[in-house]
C-alpha cells in the first residue's frame, strides 16, 4: 500500500477530504518522530502497537567484498512491537 492509499482509505473511513486525511497522518508521522528523537520516549497506540528507540551495541561485522573484518559502532535505532490485537487480526487461521 502506497501513501496515497492509505490516505485515501484514511479519508474513506474518517469520512473527510484526502487533504485532511492527508494533514492527519503528516501529523501523525511528525509526532512519532518527535517523540522518538528525545530517545527515552515511547509511543504505544492501542490495538496497533509500539514504538521505542533501542541502543544498538556495537560489533564486528565482515565486508563481504573484501571478507575484511570491520567494526560497527553502537547506534540508536527505532523498533517497533504489535501490538497483540494486530497480531491476532493478520493471523492466518490453522
Known amino acids: 500500500m502506497t501513501k496515497a492509499e492509505?490516505?485515501?482509505m484514511i479519508a474513506e473511513e474518517a469520512g473527510i477530504t484526502k487533504k485532511a486525511a492527508s494533514a492527519a497522518l503528516?501529523?501523525?508521522v511528525t509526532a512519532i518522530y518527535?517523540?522518538?528523537k528525545k530517545k527515552d520516549g515511547t509511543i504505544r497506540?492501542?490495538?496497533?502497537?509500539s514504538f521505542k528507540v533501542v541502543?544498538?551495541?556495537a560489533r564486528t561485522g565482515v565486508n563481504?567484498?573484501?571478507r575484511k573484518?570491520?567494526?560497527i559502532p553502537?547506534?540508536?535505532v527505532p523498533r517497533f512491537a504489535a501490538a497483540k490485537a494486530l497480531r491476532d487480526a493478520v493471523k492466518k487461521p490453522a
Do not use: H, M, W, Y
Open 6 to 8: 492509505l490516505v485515501g
Open 45 to 49: 497506540i492501542a490495538d496497533l502497537g
Open 64 to 66: 563481504p567484498q573484501t
Open 74 to 76: 553502537a547506534a540508536d
Open 26 to 28: 503528516e501529523a501523525i
Open 55 to 57: 541502543r544498538r551495541k
Open 34 to 36: 518527535s517523540s522518538l
Open 69 to 71: 573484518k570491520i567494526k
